[in-house]
């Protein structure tokens, strides 16, 4: 190429503006600023936006010398793997010859060999004259450098010094003063302590005490949101917030490194008297004085008492009836224990992406102090769906300083660990565009001996800045600030409340009361990110399971959510396997179950809660181009369709696409089925799944008795024929000899066969053929007991999903095989499918087995012990989705919180073991319990009556109902009819064997309390 040493030189430090921008090359601030246009604007002059842009504007060829150095130095950056859009920008004037357009057309088409031109990566000419203002604008605001040829050389535009704001005096010390003792945290009586933590008596909190030197394994987090906003907060401090959607509109960073565990934003506090700083948090700066971190439902509270200070930090985000408030509230508590007055500031410091990721978003953020509100600013123009929002920082008292730029904040080659801004006087209020943005606020305090006070800070993003004002205005109230604490925590316990449970064993009863389903709406229904996995979409299977635990303590949540989810299906329908709010842009695919659990969960829905109303709701269809015959998947953004249907038609819809069949009559696998990772079992299209047949014949039957209910009795004699040849197919061609295997890959072979050298038995053909209740009852008694020789490790309390793990298997199974063998999916513990095999022992009426495989799924029981904490590392108060069987890795756990997992093992808990079955008004009970246990109870809310029910097991049956009792008064049957009376109802079980008590057929029956 004929590059020179110190032009290398030069090119390299243009790429370093590509990477990482800065002011310097980059266009004035008032230009920045007048940008109001997105990335999909940018469209129209085929340029998408998705790569980094350099800009160059020319009016004279004299000045061409510049646009070859900077043509030079895009080909240099592509030969050495850099892709970056060149933008040339030519400003002469309209005229029929047009010279600079010539000259500069021949000379890209000379450079351009190795980037092309018009396409990604490549070089875009395009004339001023022809682009009105404002896309003009949004060009040079979207380029990570703009060069002006008229400037002169590459070298003279590079050498250019970056003006310099002039910042705070240093923070001067005039004289010496005494540090004090601090008090030691209180002491807390903790359940289940581990050394590092123990849930409160109560288990409403889950407490993590961090002494001199102490760490968890891994963040130990919660994920605390609304239905719009929510925030994620580890035991260190360490977390992001987000509104609309966790991973395309992440108002801070999302860092998900479990060794640095690196902080984004923080709380400081500084002594002006010392000159000391630290924070509230033991991250980012760890102090050796003791922290205490509290999680609850829906709020976190920071405990740490140093330099003579108490500190308390309360971090929640707003819930009440109305769906809350977009924002975070952090609310601190200081007292003084020293003997002096104490001059104090308290900082707030976040790092603003306001988008996917900050790299990306950085030079789009436009930031500004609104007096009125008294609050520091940041919107995102660029950003395709939440280009309008404002977000905000604020503070009460009203700060006394505040600066948006980063860099000023944490200062040249600085970290949060010792921010420069720490070292002056104050901040530098400065804000606007083309800066590193962030969000500082400073509060100055003075404290006397044994006194309180309070500060509050808040973060958000409202709709425009009338709803910012009004938030601020609200919430900077401390006495509102605590209404909304209690009215969040209130909403939480009536949620969780509406179904008590006391069972022989304490760590079952804290998840079901409080954390199972806590986990399961904050997190994977609201939230939808973790600190593992920040996803932000829906998945079109996943969320549609997780509702199904809220049918007792928020069915009209679970009601939505259905519906929501027939209205991301095409016409033809096919699902979207996953999708992203607002746009709804997302996946589809031919994975082989999504759409099959629209009428699964549907019919569920209708058995819990006898809404039949809701087959009737109108929801409109999607309309998209359908896959390419050699198509697994494509990303797209559907159109609502102008047809619609009901709810009934879409799950016949779904259900009727999903008959499908292959060579031996089951179910073609397509591009995977529940487990995405075999993708390339039936991809050529002649693949079948063994569990989907099981599971198929399942929705068959669930939607035949709603076919009954509307009256459609051919329709429903129609699905009842295609279960038994279903049935017959799986019998026939699916049994190995000890179990059932897996699937058949498009050549016929077989998989989780004994015959296969990896993946011999998969637990999930197993479980279903008991759960499906189609298989020959002695093939499905011979298959669990295979599951539990094969895959059931009791001293690593474990359950595999199959064995042996993939590692060289032909035919290739598909992306399952990326994982190392015994990690996720492959091999490992993959606990949503394994708590199926708790449900199958359930659905066997074996309680013993039943209960024991739950209890290795229960996270309390991987962290009894210091020992045991090292080895599983993860939260012994969330579900965790996967352990691992790797070899030196067994018994650790994946990724938690944002698994299905949490909403299973409520259900199964709760309707399968202590037999808790509702049926719109009426609670049928069918218990299959360890027969050790004495007796448990439950309290149930039905709307304004209660239910104490008592369930007694003195002969040590397990299972059975001998009678039951409600209000002193014998039953005739196995089941309770539920009034509305606001009255307290005392209900009596006993457990056995009765001749005179009928049994109730419940695992098919929509009829009783069915509401029309």
Same mark, same amino acid.
């Given at each position: 190429m004929g590059i020179q040493v110190d032009e290398a030189q030069r090119f390299q430090q243009l790429a370093s503006h590509m990477l990482y921008p800065n002011s310097q090359l980059r266009p004035p601030p008032e230009r920045l600023r007048r940008n109001a246009l997105g990335q999909s604007h940018l469209w129209a002059y085929g340029i998408s936006g998705d790569l980094p842009i350099v800009a160059v504007t020319v009016d004279e060829s004299s000045d061409l010398s510049l646009v070859r150095e900077v043509l030079l130095a895009h080909t240099y950056w592509r030969v050495r793997g850099l892709k970056a859009d060149l933008v040339i920008l030519n400003k002469e004037a309209a005229s029929y010859e047009q010279p600079l357009q010539n000259q500069l057309t021949r000379m890209i088409q000379a450079h351009s060999l190795h980037t092309g031109l018009e396409r990604s990566g490549g070089v875009f000419l395009r004339s001023v004259e022809q682009i009105p203002e404002e896309d003009l604008t949004l060009l040079l605001a979207s380029a990570r450098a703009l060069l002006v040829a008229a400037r002169g050389s590459l070298a003279q535009q590079m050498s250019r010094a970056a003006e310099l704001a002039e910042l705070p005096p240093r923070l001067r010390i005039d004289r010496e003063v005494a540090e004090e003792p601090s008090p030691p945290l209180p002491f807390m009586e903790l359940p289940y302590f581990?050394?590092?933590?123990?849930?409160?008596?109560?288990?409403?909190?889950?407490?993590?005490?961090?002494?001199?030197?102490?760490?968890?394994?891994?963040?130990?987090?919660?994920?605390?949101?609304?239905?719009?906003?929510?925030?994620?907060?580890?035991?260190?401090?360490?977390?992001?917030?987000?509104?609309?959607?966790?991973?395309?509109?992440?108002?801070?960073?999302?860092?998900?490194?479990?060794?640095?565990?690196?902080?984004?934003?923080? *709380?400081?506090?500084?002594?002006?008297?010392?000159?000391?700083?630290?924070?509230?948090?033991?991250?980012p700066i760890r102090e050796l004085d003791a922290y205490r971190a509290r999680h609850g439902q829906g709020y976190t509270i920071f405990e740490h008492n140093s330099h003579a200070l108490e500190q308390e930090l309360v971090t929640f985000v707003p819930m009440d009836n109305k769906g809350g408030a977009p924002l975070r509230v952090q609310h601190v508590r200081l007292r003084n224990r020293s003997s002096r007055r104490r001059r104090l500031t308290v900082t707030t410091f976040a790092e603003w992406t306001l988008g996917t990721d900050r790299e990306e978003t950085q030079l789009h953020i436009i930031t500004n102090w609104d007096a009125q509100s008294g609050s520091l600013l940041a919107r995102n123009a660029y950003h395709p769906d939440f280009n309008r929002r404002i977000a905000f920082v604020s503070a009460t008292p009203a700060p006394s300083s505040f600066t948006s730029d980063r860099t000023e904040f944490l200062g040249r080659n600085g970290s949060v660990t010792r921010p420069a801004a720490l070292q002056r006087q104050s901040l530098s209020n400065r804000t606007g565009a083309g800066l590193d943005p962030c969000a500082a606020v400073q509060v100055s305090i003075e404290l006397d001996p044994d006194k309180t006070t309070e500060v509050i800070f808040l973060l958000g993003q409202g709709a425009n800045i009338q709803e910012v004002r009004k938030l601020v205005q609200r919430y900077q109230d401390p006495v509102t600030v605590q209404e909304s604490l209690a009215a969040t925590r209130d909403w939480w316990d009536h949620l969780l409340g509406a179904l008590q449970v006391q069972t022989p064993d304490l760590a079952v009863d804290f998840l079901l009361n409080r954390w199972l389903l806590y986990q399961t709406l904050s997190c994977r229904i609201w939230g939808r990110s973790g600190f593992y996995q920040s996803g932000g979409a829906f998945g079109f299977r996943d969320q549609l399971q997780d509702v199904m635990a809220?049918?007792?303590?928020?069915?009209?949540?679970?009601?939505?959510?259905? $519906?929501?989810?027939?209205?991301?299906?095409?016409?033809?329908?096919?699902?979207?396997?996953?999708?992203?709010?607002? !746009?709804?842009?997302?996946?589809?695919?031919?994975?082989?179950?999504? $759409?099959?659990?629209?009428?699964?969960?549907?019919?569920?829905?209708?058995?819990?809660?006898?809404?039949?109303?809701?087959?009737?709701?109108?929801?409109?269809?999607?309309?998209?181009?359908?896959?390419?015959?050699?198509?697994h998947e494509v990303y797209l953004s559907p159109t609502p369709s102008l047809e619609d249907g009901s709810l009934f038609e879409h799950c016949r819809r779904a259900l009727e696409k999903g008959l499908s069949t292959g060579p031996h009559g089951l179910p073609l696998m397509g591009s995977g089925d529940w487990n995405d990772g075999m993708n390339r079992?039936?991809?050529?299209?002649?693949?079948?799944?063994?569990?989907?047949?099981?599971?198929?014949?399942?929705?068959?039957k669930s939607f035949a008795e709603l076919c009954e209910l509307k009256g459609e009795i051919s329709a429903a004699e129609t699905y009842k024929d295609y279960i038994q040849k279903l049935s017959g197919a799986v019998e026939a061609h699916a049994w190995d000899g000890e179990w059932y295997r897996r699937a058949y890959f498009d050549d016929g072979t077989p998989l989780g066969s004994r015959s296969n050298l990896e993946a011999? *038995?998969?637990?999930?053909?197993?479980?279903?053929?008991?759960?499906?209740?189609?298989?020959?009852?002695?093939?499905?008694?011979?298959? $669990?007991?295979?599951?539990?020789?094969?895959?059931?490790?009791?001293?690593?309390? $474990?359950?595999?999903?199959?064995?042996?793990p993939f590692d060289r298997s032909l035919p290739h199974p598909g992306y399952i095989m990326g994982y190392p063998p015994g990690v996720r999916e492959n091999g490992g513990q993959y606990t949503h499918g394994a708590l199926w095999t708790a449900l199958a022992f359930a659905r066997q009426g074996d309680g013993e087995r039943a209960v024991e495989v739950l209890r290795m799924l229960n996270p309390v029981e991987h962290t009894r012990t210091p020992t045991e904490v090292a080895r599983y590392r993860g939260e012994p108060y969330a579900i965790a989705a996967d352990v691992y069987a790797l070899p030196g890795q067994v018994g650790r756990c994946g990724w938690t919180w944002y698994t299905g997992s949490s909403g299973w093992m409520y259900r199964i808990w709760v309707e399968e073991i202590l037999g808790f079955k509702l049926r719109g008004?009426?609670?049928?009970?069918?218990?299959? *319990?360890?027969?050790?246990?004495?007796?448990?109870?439950? !309290?149930?809310?039905?709307?304004?009556?209660?239910?104490?029910?008592?369930?007694?097991?003195?002969?040590?049956?397990?299972?059975?109902v001998a009678w039951i009792e409600l209000d002193e008064q014998r039953l005739s049957e196995a089941k309770i009819s539920l009034r509305d009376d606001g009255a307290r109802h005392q209900v009596r079980i006993r457990l056995g064997i009765s001749e005179e008590l009928p049994g109730v057929e419940i695992s098919s029956d929509l009829q009783p309390g069915v509401r029309v």
């Open positions: 581990n050394g590092l933590g123990g849930f409160t008596p109560d288990g409403r909190e889950y407490a993590i005490y961090l002494g001199p030197g102490d760490h968890t394994p891994a963040p130990w987090s919660n994920v605390i949101a609304n239905p719009e906003f929510g925030t994620l907060v580890n035991e260190s401090g360490h977390g992001m917030a987000w509104y609309g959607n966790s991973q395309a509109n992440r108002l801070t960073s999302w860092l998900n490194d479990p060794v640095s565990n690196a902080a984004s934003d923080a *709380i400081y506090l500084r002594d002006e008297d010392l000159g000391v700083f630290w924070t509230l948090t033991a991250l809220l049918f007792h303590a928020a069915p009209e949540i679970a009601r939505n959510h259905i $519906l929501r989810s027939a209205g991301r299906q095409f016409v033809e329908g096919d699902v979207q396997h996953w999708w992203h709010p607002p !746009s709804g842009a997302g996946i589809r695919s031919r994975c082989s179950d999504d $759409l099959l659990w629209l009428p699964y969960v549907t019919a569920q829905y209708v058995r819990t809660t006898g809404d039949l109303e809701i087959l009737e709701a109108r929801v409109p269809f999607l309309e998209g181009r359908p896959l390419e015959p050699n198509e079992v039936g991809s050529a299209g002649r693949g079948e799944s063994v569990w989907l047949a099981w599971f198929l014949i399942e929705v068959l011999q *038995i998969d637990s999930l053909s197993q479980s279903w053929a008991v759960i499906s209740g189609a298989a020959d009852p002695a093939r499905a008694k011979q298959a $669990l007991e295979a599951v539990e020789r094969h895959l059931v490790r009791k001293e690593e309390k $474990l359950i595999l999903l199959f064995t042996p008004d009426t609670v049928i009970f069918d218990p299959v *319990i360890p027969a050790h246990w004495p007796e448990y109870k439950l !309290s149930y809310r039905y709307r304004s009556s209660w239910y104490d029910i008592t369930v007694e097991n003195p002969d040590r049956f397990g299972r059975g």
